[in-house]
């Protein structure tokens, strides 16, 4: 049974649906905002896009 993905759009409403009615313009773009950068991460892990902390330390180590 094949998913379908939300629209960008639909996507934008449920959040504003979730959120309070007293929310401000600042606080919808910052949800919109995170939200992007966690899909984003996502789609790094999916691709392979990523380093190990192990590996994120010894570069550190031998940058200092």
Do not use: C, H, W
Request: charged fraction near 35%; glycine fraction near 4%; avoid cysteine.
């Amino acid at each position: 049974m094949a998913t379908v993905t939300p629209s960008v759009k639909q996507q934008a409403r449920k959040l504003l649906d979730e959120l309070p009615e007293d929310v401000t313009r600042d606080e919808i773009v910052y949800e919109l905002a995170v939200r992007r950068s966690i899909e984003l991460g996502l789609a790094d892990v999916s691709a392979g896009r990523v380093t190990e902390i192990n590996e994120v330390r010894r570069q550190f180590r031998r940058a200092e």
